[in-house]
């Protein structure tokens, strides 16, 4: 419940506070004092969303704080809305977001103003009015039927793309079978192009290579004197020195070695100079191998290893095109079995709906004839959607027969502004029952009534009360009379500026504001005495 509200710079209210009590807080004052404003306010710190049009002419910013309880646990909310736009949300001093806030403040208090009236037009809404009824048997259902329904729209989704993978792979089968024979013709090899290369290059030049190995060979071994010679008479000389002294002898050993590497090397020129021969052939064919990887390049990837790896893929496009009818008889059986959960979920959240439906027909009617509708009628009618929906496959609509002998006809058909106040009333009280929200908030409650319709609203208010706080905003007496807990909100002006204020009433401060609403600016005897009557009658 709201326990506290503090305004300060919040439109034409200056600074004022209202301690609300647990039962029927009733707010009246003149048009246009800013009774709206205040629950604006309120509003506000409930989680709607700000607007620098709320902060006061010549001011910075607007707060509002809520002191309130819900479920045994104290809370403080504050609002700020700053000239530069810049909004801040805090809940017990924690900054929170909007959303957060919004959410939290669902448990707290819930606001009945015009847009409740459209919605109750509206039939798209009547379903939720259902559920709301007995949610705790219809919650669960719904559930079900929404993780159903997901898996269902995820099922078909996959299936749909399925086909039309499938169709664009089929019309590309034949091209995609001659892409990898003609891969797997070439017997590609990693490296290979490289080493392709290098034969090519070697063969192209096998006359400069020849020539120049033999030359090496000659000058190292067969020449006269060759060099190799020369390092043999100085591997010689190092022998002979080498018997004398430690020293030498390394250095003797550290030739021979070096002698005898180049002596492997010489026949390893030997034998690669043997090797070196020319054959047209065998460059003609190597030059086209190139050639033929060099287009399957252009066509598959920059390298061997490209193309390979595409060939790979694409086998494994035709092994899911040849797959496919298997995958998709698999996934049509798993639609079709969704399908029948889901529509076995959706008879059983139907079925629950329509017997919630039935009770909550002869409440709603309950609560309407105690409202001053005492030959209404009022029929919930159900509609079988074509498909599924997250919701199931319910549409309900709300018919209304207000007077005897009249058919039953849509809300939005026959109902004025003062029976859619009642209706919403009746609405209001059914569900209030069943959402727990301690605090209930009515703004424009008293369109279209008057007279002995006021005075039942009163009641009706006042015995809602009893579980459930309600802050109210009036400008009937029939209804003020009920308050447990009078406020007047007072507009007054300086010549320089205006400003709102809000002042809790006692019992004479009551009944003089009742005496205003019965007869105007001149309150007489007869007035007050009339109040007093009002008031008594209402206790």
Avoid: W
């Amino acid at each position: 419940m709201i326990n506290h509200i503090s305004i300060r710079d919040f439109a034409i209210i200056e600074n004022t506070e209202i301690d609300f009590g647990a039962g029927l807080n009733i707010l009246t004052g003149e048009t246009g004092a800013g009774k709206s404003i205040v629950i604006e306010a309120v509003s506000l710190a409930l989680g709607a969303r700000a607007d620098t049009s709320f902060i006061r002419s010549g001011c910075e910013k607007a707060v509002v704080q809520l002191a309130g309880e819900i479920e045994g646990e104290e809370i403080v909310i504050t609002r700020e809305v700053s000239s530069t736009g810049k909004n801040l949300c805090r809940m017990n001093g924690e900054i929170i977001t909007l959303s957060q806030l919004n959410m939290f403040c669902r448990k707290l208090a819930d606001i009945h103003g015009q847009y409740d009236h459209q919605s109750l037009l509206n039939p798209e809404y009547h379903i939720n009015l259902v559920d709301l009824y007995q949610q705790n048997e219809i919650e669960p259902l719904k559930n079900t039927v929404s993780n159903l329904y997901s898996a269902l729209k995820k099922a078909r989704k996959k299936l749909s793309t399925l086909l039309i993978d499938a169709a664009e792979n089929t019309r590309k089968r034949d091209f995609m079978k001659f892409e990898i024979d003609e891969i797997h013709a070439a017997q590609l090899c990693s490296g290979e192009d490289r080493e392709l290369e290098e034969r090519v290059t070697i063969l192209q030049n096998s006359e400069k290579i020849y020539r120049a190995l033999a030359e090496a060979y000659e000058i190292g071994k067969e020449g006269t004197p060759a060099a190799m010679d020369f390092l043999s008479k100085i591997s010689s000389s190092l022998s002979e020195a080498a018997l004398y002294a430690e020293n030498f002898a390394r250095l003797n050993d550290s030739f021979n070695d070096l002698f005898y590497q180049l002596e492997d090397l010489f026949h390893e020129i030997r034998s690669a100079r043997d090797t070196v021969t020319f054959s047209q052939e065998e460059l003609n064919e190597a030059i086209s191998r190139i050639e033929l990887i060099n287009k399957l390049k252009a066509k598959y990837g920059f390298s061997i290893s490209d193309i390979l790896a595409y060939a790979a893929e694409t086998e494994q496009k035709l092994s899911d095109i040849e797959t496919i009818e298997e995958e998709k008889e698999t996934l049509e059986s798993e639609c079709t079995a969704l399908e029948k959960q889901l529509a076995n979920a959706c008879a059983v959240l139907s079925g629950s709906r329509k017997k919630a439906a039935q009770e909550l027909q002869k409440k709603i009617a309950s609560e309407l004839q105690e409202l001053n509708f005492s030959d209404n009628r009022i029929e919930i009618r159900f509609e079988t959607l074509s498909d599924f929906t997250e919701n199931g496959l319910d549409k309900a609509e709300f018919l209304i027969s207000t007077n005897k002998g009249e058919p039953l006809k849509p809300l939005s058909k026959i109902a004025s502004g003062g029976e859619m106040s009642r209706i919403m009333l009746a609405f209001k009280n059914i569900i209030a029952d069943y959402d727990s929200i301690p605090t209930l908030i009515f703004d424009e409650i008293d369109t279209g009534i008057s007279g002995i319709t006021a005075s039942i609203v009163g009641q009706k208010l006042k015995q809602i009360a009893k579980n459930h706080q309600i802050i109210c905003i009036t400008h009937l007496p029939q209804i003020a009379a009920c308050g447990d807990d009078n406020y007047r909100i007072q507009k007054e002006s300086d010549g320089n500026s205006t400003k709102t204020t809000v002042i809790a009433l006692n019992k004479t401060e009551k009944m003089h504001e009742i005496a205003r609403l019965l007869g105007g600016i001149n309150i007489t005897d007869i007035t007050l005495q009339s109040a007093k009557e009002l008031i008594e009658s209402a206790e």
